[in-house]
């Protein structure tokens, strides 16, 4: 191996360390002029990524750092061009690309498996963070403008315009994020914590130009910075990048960004404020206390921190959490439930949701005095350990998905990077366990972190928020009053400003730039096949399927079963029995029982369901029933018996745990719909095309969390509702253990004997199953023009279109159309024109559904005629052989993403199972590769027709005569 600690004479190498659990090596630079850091994870993995991360410091809520962080990437010195960051998704192989705005950094990340690809990207992210044009024009688009509704009438209503403005108008619809921002104003009173580093959409108007490029020059400096860099290309070649491109033109910047520590309280503080909410019901209210404590970058506070949190708040055994869980006095625990240790000085957070207000201090007092019998009766050792034995496991695990292992590495370490702290001993927490594991020896240690942390710890906020229904109107209206009052001060040279400026914005969003300045990889890059996964089908009573894969001590492991014909209850009720299924007790032991276990020897089981259309039919579909788990390889045999046990024994019989987790699950899909509510929108716009997205939409969709909430009251007011769900469950459980079963297996080679002999041991008595019947949905083939209404500042837009599906030959041409529409005409007049922070266009070819959407959209119907505008353009319109590349490299890219070695199986195993072979998956790709301009014509003009159209939105409640006036059947929750 040649020497990783090689590096650019412009940097001083500190240290190496090789990590045993992460299997990597560590490395540590600065950069002997500017001060920068370097930490390089050194890894065999050819996933390669790069993250430059800076201390941004807000002192208001004005959204500076979130707004500096969007228009950074609008163009810089050597890629002058209007929007290299979107154009740079287009031209790219990349796994991952993205900026964050965090409460104390901002940084930009991106990830590729391309070589080039990568040095592409690096070169322009390096060029954008240090050489930002930061183009007035481009402040007005990103952050905020005035601007008058009919954009050339200076005698219209005058109105606030923005991306970053419209998206955290949609990130404070969410009741969450308010109670977050309220905690942390009153927890943190005096330092950068205490602002909304997002921006609040009544102060980000007032962020001026000239306040963004003082930032810029403060905190976007080399000695203000730390690069951080995973895989296998030497540190040494990425520093040379970083000193020609970057660092050579800096000298040190003697003034130093930091982050005073808050003042402390000297006694606790009670606070009530409200949140927007459609009604004001009794039980509305959120309670929560939090704790301040000590600072995240002393690993010993940190991982006693961790510890004590999860001991408490684990799972629904653990003594704080259980008690919450059980409590009459509020509906769930709060989502701001844990420990929050990425800021400089870390909290803990407890509380309740579904309160009654007069209730607050009664949730107060509950919490105290639980952690005050907590300290003096302890916890068992057991139950420590298990905490323990969930930290090493998370150590281990290899993860992936939607961030890249190595970025996943880097955000673990960047807070203390930031921060001055110790990043190699951040990533290798297995000395830090055997540390804990000595101390918890002492049966005084959690009960004395309990006494020392929270109960005698002065710095204490409890916050109660209440439901608010008039709290919208007055904040509409002081905006509406506020554009008002600047209205009329406005001067005829002034209005003449405004309109020239909207008028050079328009024109700006519109040019065609030479996209030839900036790098690109081509179809010529795209790898020649799909990856193809070893692995072993061991036949006999019941199939086991082993795939060898790197997953660094884990064994993951999933019972399958086929869903059988089930009735139209059972299929009403299945999400709801999956969500259950490893919540309840087993056999003997009740759920508190099993929770124990489940810490004690794997990393939790789960159960999920797999359902598909067939490539024939997209009536016709194949279902699984999916139990699932994994573990460190000595704990195998404990975890198939845990496994078994639950499926074979689950007990249905459990009342009040049933109730709660009603509750609970009500809870967490209303807290859903502003962040997700695109998908939410797409969702209901396709339910119309088939019996599967009918019934997605059923399950997960708006009408899902309508009968979530339904649900939830009926169990509370009428005790035979929970009986009749538990018999649906029981019939549900006795039709799965008729079902045909198979075994997947994911761990390392070496590991496969003695796994294979430990599971083959146990499940040697499950019985098998004959059952032959198969799972089915009433097809379903209808037309939709729905509004759902709830409470958002925004709205979700979307239009689905019923087209090909399966193997028909226009279902290469209708994936490429998506990513062609959305790059070459619905991000600029959605997101840069209509200052929504999203949308685009998508196919699922498994339904036959094309669909628009907008994401935290400020506008409705101008976006619905803008979905219809694509089309036209699509049509009617010359486009370039290159647009038509760059739509298919982001299809192949999409494709080719890696997971984490185990999902990276586990998929493979699905696709094999739905049908979709690697032939068949690999003859699709090579459909990909060969579309032409003329077939993206010829299915827009086939399929994108009135005729198959299908519209969904959700937005406000102040939109009801408006879409009512529009033909829309209105739902609301």
């Not at 008039?470 to 406005?490: C, F, G, M, V, Y």
Request: net charge negative.
């Amino acid at each position: 191996m040649a020497n990783r600690t090689a590096h650019h004479p412009a940097f001083t190498f500190l240290r190496s360390e090789f990590i045993d659990a992460l299997n990597v090596t560590v490395q540590e630079f600065e950069h002997t002029i500017t001060g920068a850091k370097h930490f390089h994870i050194a890894s065999e993995n050819d996933e390669n990524v790069f993250l430059v991360g800076l201390k941004t410091v807000p002192t208001d809520s004005c959204g500076v750092a979130h707004i500096l962080e969007h228009t950074v990437l609008c163009g810089s010195e050597r890629f002058p061009v209007r929007d290299p960051f979107f154009m740079m998704i287009r031209r790219s192989l990349n796994t991952f690309m993205n900026a964050f705005t965090s409460s104390d950094w901002t940084a930009y990340p991106f990830a590729s498996k391309n070589k080039k690809d990568f040095h592409n990207l690096l070169d322009v992210y390096l060029d954008a963070v240090f050489f930002s044009r930061l183009d007035e024009l481009d402040f007005s688009q990103e952050g905020h403008r005035l601007e008058f509704a009919e954009p050339d009438n200076a005698e219209s209503d005058l109105t606030f315009k923005g991306v970053v403005f419209n998206e955290m108008k949609g990130a404070m619809s969410s009741t969450t994020s308010v109670l977050w921002q309220t905690l942390t104003k009153y927890l943190f009173p005096n330092n950068t914590y205490h602002f909304n580093s997002g921006g609040e959409p009544t102060d980000i108007p007032d962020l001026s130009y000239q306040d963004l490029l003082a930032f810029y020059r403060t905190h976007y400096h080399p000695s203000n910075a730390v690069f951080m860099t995973f895989g296998d290309i030497p540190a040494e070649i990425l520093q040379t990048e970083f000193e020609d491109k970057v660092l050579s033109r800096f000298e040190r910047l003697e003034t130093q960004v930091s982050v005073p520590n808050a003042k402390r309280y000297f006694s606790p503080v009670r606070v009530e404020e409200g949140y927007a909410a459609d009604e004001v019901k009794e039980d509305g209210s959120h309670v929560v206390v939090g704790w301040l404590l000590g600072e995240s970058t002393d690993l010993n506070q940190q991982f006693e921190a961790q510890l004590l949190s999860s001991v408490l708040l684990d799972n629904s055994a653990s003594p704080l959490l259980r008690v919450l869980e059980n409590s009459d006095l509020g509906r769930a625990p709060s989502p701001l439930c844990g420990l929050e240790d990425s800021n400089k000085e870390m909290s803990f957070m407890c509380g309740l949701e579904g309160v009654k207000r007069d209730d607050a201090e009664k949730v107060e007092a509950l919490i105290l005095t639980t952690l005050e019998d907590i300290a003096k009766n302890g916890v068992p050792q057991e139950s420590v350990d298990a905490m323990l034995h969930q930290l090493e496991l998370s150590q281990r695990e290899v993860g992936g998905g939607s961030y890249p292992y190595g970025l996943q590495l880097i955000l673990a370490g960047l807070s203390t990077a930031v921060h001055d702290g110790d990043v190699i001993a951040q990533l290798d927490l297995d000395p830090v366990i055997d540390a804990m594991r000595e101390k918890v020896r002492d049966t005084q240690y959690i009960p004395n972190l309990i006494e020392t942390l929270l109960l005698s710890n002065a710095h204490r906020v409890s916050i109660t928020l209440s439901p608010d229904d008039a709290l919208e109107t007055r904040r509409n209206q002081a905006e509406t009053d506020r554009l008002s009052k600047i209205k009329a001060a406005l001067s005829d040279e002034d209005k003449a400003k405004i309109v020239a400026r909207s008028a050079a914005l328009k024109a700006r969003q519109s040019q065609i730039d030479d996209m030839s300045i900036l790098p690109k990889v081509g179809l010529e890059d795209v790898p020649a096949r799909l990856p193809e996964y070893e692995n072993e089908k061991l036949s006999g009573d019941l199939p086991i399927t082993f795939y060898p894969q790197g997953t660094n001590g884990l064994v993951y492991q999933q019972l399958v079963i086929g869903l059988p014909e089930l009735d139209e209850e059972e299929i009403e009720y299945l999400p709801l029995f999956s969500s259950m299924m490893t919540e309840l007790g087993i056999g003997e032991e009740d759920y508190l029982i099993v929770q124990e276990r489940q810490a004690q020897v794997c990393g939790g089981l789960g159960a999920s369901n797999s359902i598909r259309a067939t490539i024939e039919d997209r009536q016709a579909l194949n279902g699984y029933f999916i139990l699932s788990s994994k573990a460190l390889v000595p704990n195998v045999r404990a975890m198939s018996e845990l496994l078994k046990d639950t499926m074979l024994n689950v007990r249905f019989d459990e009342v009040s745990r049933v109730k709660e987790l009603v509750a609970q699950r009500r809870a967490r899909r209303e807290q859903s719909i502003t962040g997700q509510g695109h998908s939410l929108a797409m969702t209901a716009a396709a339910s119309a095309l088939s019996g599967l997205a009918a019934q997605q939409e059923k399950w997960g969709g708006m009408s899902g969390i309508r009968a979530a909430i339904a649900l939830d009251d009926s169990m509370k007011a009428d005790g035979s509702t929970v009986d009749r769900v538990l018999a649906i469950f029981k019939r549900l459980h006795a039709k799965l253990l008729l079902a045909n079963k198979q075994l997947l297996l994911v761990a390392e080679p070496q590991h496969e004997a003695s796994i294979l002999s430990d599971v083959q041991a146990v499940f040697a008595d499950l019985p098998m199953g004959s059952e032959v019947t198969k799972f089915s949905l009433v097809p379903v083939d209808s037309k939709v023009n729905i509004a759902w209404l709830t409470s958002t500042q925004v709205s979700f837009c979307s239009k689905a279109f019923r087209t090909a599906c399966g193997d028909h030959p226009d279902v290469a041409a209708l994936t490429v159309l998506g990513g062609f529409l959305r790059n070459g005409f619905l991000h600029r007049v959605i997101r840069e024109q209509g200052g929504a922070y999203g949308g685009g266009a998508s196919f699922d070819g498994s339904t036959g559904a094309f669909r628009f959407y907008s994401y935290r959209d400020p506008r409705l119907t101008e976006t619905l005629s803008d979905f219809d505008a694509s089309i036209e353009w699509m049509q009617n319109e010359t486009h370039t052989e290159e647009a038509l590349e760059e739509a298919i490299l982001g299809v192949i890219g999409s494709m080719d993403k890696p997971g984490s070695p185990a999902g990276e199986a586990q998929s493979d195993f699905y696709v094999h199972l739905h049908g979709r072979s690697l032939a068949y998956r690999e003859a699709f790709r090579a459909k990909i590769l060969a579309v032409t301009i003329a077939q993206l014509k010829q299915v827009a003009k086939t399929y994108l027709t009135k005729e198959n159209e299908n519209t969904a939105v959700v937005t406000s409640t102040s939109k009801r005569a408006e879409l009512e006036a529009l033909g829309f059947d209105i739902q609301a929750l």
